[in-house]
């Protein structure tokens, strides 16, 4: 790991309004170093995957600071920022969210297409195969198992080989053992292309794949110190 690739400074984000008005993340510093895997984990409504979102670039802050792969996404303006997060950041959802008349080469290749990216179709076809869906290439969603439809979602993430890849309980939707081969797969290719990896999930032993944690507790990252005053008190 060489140098930071993501420096979040002061962040602050409140969602919703009246009375649904909810204070999510609250004045974070987080520094992630490049080509780190880091876990962020946390009880339900504590704010990890409004955390992940921001460090996406899908949720903008109220106030504070997002520096990614040199770049301060909180000063560019929608255009520029889809495009910098088409470019330099994956995102793999618990929902796949394939677009479902798209055979699998489609729902790699369109983005690319989209992001004017040559070759596009040659590109998705490589990432498929590298996934293990060589023989998927032309199956629409529907026709694809649990399993399937994730490969092609980490195939659509990694084919502009971003810098950062974002992984939002990506083995949520799926029984154990295909999890554990997603996961397999994740952790893979983020070692193959010494990615930053930043993983959300509520699976203790996912998490502990990671070579850092961070946990969020209220909209706030527990320090440690508080973290191991508590599994003391709980032994």
Known sequence: MTGTIIDLRNADLTLGEGAARVHVLKKIDLTIGQGEAVGIVGPSGSGKSTLLMVLAGLERLDSGTLTVDGTALHDLGEDRLAAFRGRRIGIVFQSFHLIPNMTALENVAVPLELANHPD??????????????????????????????????????????????????????LDSETGRRIADLLFQKQAERKMTLLLVTHDPSLAARCGRQVVMRSGRIDVPERLAAELELQA
């Open 120 to 173: 596009a179709f040659a590109l998705a076809e490589r990432e498929l195969k590298a996934v293990g869906l060589g023989e998927r290439l032309h199956h629409y969603p529907g026709q694809l198992s649990g399993g399937e439809q994730q490969r092609v979602a980490v195939a659509r993430a990694l084919a502009p080989n971003p810098a950062v890849l974002i992984a939002d309980e990506p083995t949520g939707n």
